[in-house]
């Protein structure tokens, strides 16, 4: 899953105004006047071991799901930019942000927690003092805000590396300059996968639909919304790259960073509210199509469809289609003691790879062979491991794919929760700071 980690210090500026009349929603999102939180990202290389690791432990159940990861990163300083605040990210995998919890008392110190910002769940949630299982993470003490509110709801929440449990609390949150007054999050008492008790990173951020959210709690995204702190219900996503990038990467609440796509965005709606999920119109390599229409199911769509999902490392779909994928550009499935395993391709073949093609709103996508084979090195051996992955789906779920971060380091993506919602994608545009 990717961390991203926002540094509160680095501090947002907020800057208020209302859309003119006549602007097109994409004027509108990037007018200097309007009111945006920005958030900047930086990287490591992972390691070849680590990325097996995650392929062999990811799983889907299709509840609150995520592909989660414990890769973790260092911070990027501030790029000078209006309103800009630094995410962190580690691998080319983990993009997280870090947040204060609660209100300080007079000669206290901040409780400062770095959390996964992840569309593909809903909840907040970060380990709470009485975590047994959270050795390594920052807890939230809530005897020490003055502003914390009891709920004490059972909350357990299941993600695609394993559950977390606890109880559910209230207090003010701070992203960067981003002051959230009442939020209900969930304090977090047993961590029951390795991803999450190894990871750095302590907790998530979700940025899913409230339909997906556990015990109904309104996400955090809503309820900045809700408390008028940004002008337009949107925010956007801009992934860095280890190998070209000096930032990690940047999230703009309340609209977007023009400095980081070129081109126009295209918009594709959102057929299911629950994760950020669009209609997948193909997706092919050299011109063969590997779009395999699901049954008729109960709750299905009847239709493949893509979840754009941050908090996802890879490309995610069924074991058939990844397997004739990954057959068809050369790569070796390796064996693993866990069942499953990575697909790995050789290195000296990855750039005479065809373009790996995905099809949304009747556009065109393409990856090069460098974007959906990850390069990785581990005791001096480097191995190159394809990004497509499979996993069992339930009937419900068949046809979605988990499209993640190999997908979104190439594209600019915004998400809009105006009316039914949708999903913009544009080009990303690198931009380097010294």
């Keep these: 899953m990717k961390l991203a980690t926002i540094l509160a210090a680095a501090g947002f500026a907020a800057?208020?105004?209302?859309?003119?009349?006549?602007?097109?929603?994409?004027?509108?999102?990037?007018?200097?006047?309007?009111?945006?939180?920005?958030?900047?990202?930086?990287?490591?290389?992972?390691?070849?071991?680590?990325?097996?690791?995650?392929?062999?432990?990811?799983?889907?159940?299709?509840?609150?799901?995520?592909v989660a990861s414990a890769y973790v990163g260092n911070y990027l300083q501030s790029t000078g930019v209006e309103h800009g605040v630094p995410l962190k990210d580690y691998a080319n995998a983990q993009y997280f942000a870090e947040i204060q919890v609660g209100?300080?008392?007079?000669?206290?110190?901040?409780?400062?927690?770095?959390?996964?910002?992840?569309?593909?769940?809903?909840?907040?949630?970060?380990?709470?003092?009485?975590?047994?299982?959270?050795?390594?993470?920052?807890?939230?003490?809530?005897?020490?805000?003055?502003?914390?509110?009891?709920?004490?709801?059972?909350?357990?929440i299941q993600y695609g590396s394993g559950a977390v449990s606890g109880f559910v609390s209230q207090d003010a949150f701070s992203i960067g300059d981003l002051q959230v007054k009442q939020q209900e999050f969930a304090e977090v008492t047993k961590e029951s996968a390795l991803a999450f008790v190894f990871g750095k990173f302590d907790g998530i951020f979700g940025l899913g639909f409230?339909?997906?959210?556990?015990?109904?709690?309104?996400?955090?995204?809503?309820?900045?919304?809700?408390?008028?702190?940004?002008?337009h219900k949107v925010f956007s996503v801009w992934l860095g790259n280890i190998d070209f990038e000096k930032e990690g990467g940047e999230i703009v609440f309340g609209g977007m960073d023009p400095a980081h796509y070129d081109g126009q965005v295209t918009w594709a709606p959102v057929v299911r509210k629950g994760y950020w999920e669009v209609k997948m119109?193909?997706?092919?390599?050299?011109?063969?199509?590997?779009?395999?229409?699901?049954?008729?199911?109960?709750?299905?769509?009847g239709y493949v469809t893509a979840a754009i999902d941050t908090g996802t490392s890879l490309i995610v779909t069924d074991e058939e289609t990844?397997?004739?994928?990954?057959?068809?550009?050369?790569?070796?499935?390796?064996?693993?003691?866990?069942?499953?395993?990575?697909?790995?391709?050789?290195?000296?073949?990855?750039?005479?790879?065809?373009?790996?093609?995905?099809?949304?709103?009747?556009?065109?996508?393409?990856?090069?062979?460098?974007?959906?084979?990850?390069?990785?090195?581990?005791?001096?051996?480097t191995a190159c491991?394809?990004?497509?992955?499979?996993?069992?789906?339930?009937?419900?779920?068949?046809?979605?794919?988990?499209v993640g971060d190999s997908f979104l380091r190439k594209y600019y993506t915004v998400y809009d929760l105006e009316g039914d919602g949708r999903v913009g994608f544009a080009l990303a545009a690198p931009r380097q700071v010294d």
Excluded at 323 to 337: E, F, H, L, R
Excluded at 386 to 400: E, F, M, T, V, Y
Aim: glycine fraction near 10%; charged fraction near 20%; proline fraction near 7%.
């Design 15 to 66: 800057v208020g105004a209302k859309p003119l009349v006549g602007q097109t929603r994409e004027q509108e999102l990037t007018s200097s006047s309007v009111k945006t939180f920005r958030l900047p990202l930086k990287k490591k290389e992972a390691d070849t071991d680590q990325v097996i690791t995650r392929v062999q432990t990811s799983t889907f159940d299709g509840t609150d799901v995520t």
């Design 103 to 156: 209100t300080v008392e007079e000669d206290g110190k901040p409780q400062l927690f770095k959390v996964i910002m992840d569309t593909g769940s809903s909840n907040l949630w970060v380990p709470g003092k009485g975590c047994l299982t959270c050795l390594w993470h920052a807890k939230y003490d809530h005897d020490k805000s003055p502003t914390y509110v009891e709920n004490g709801a059972e909350f357990k």
């Design 210 to 231: 409230d339909t997906i959210a556990v015990n109904q709690i309104v996400p955090p995204f809503y309820q900045m919304i809700n408390e008028h702190l940004i002008d």
């Design 281 to 301: 119109d193909n997706v092919a390599i050299g011109g063969k199509s590997y779009l395999t229409q699901p049954p008729p199911t109960d709750g299905g769509l």
């Design 322 to 381: 990844a397997t004739a994928i990954n057959t068809d550009i050369g790569a070796t499935k390796q064996s693993s003691p866990l069942g499953g395993g990575a697909w790995t391709v050789p290195c000296d073949a990855v750039d005479s790879l065809e373009p790996l093609v995905f099809t949304f709103g009747g556009k065109d996508y393409p990856l090069e062979g460098r974007d959906y084979v990850l390069k990785t090195s581990s005791f001096g051996q």
């Design 385 to 402: 491991i394809s990004a497509i992955q499979g996993i069992q789906l339930p009937d419900r779920l068949k046809g979605l794919w988990i």
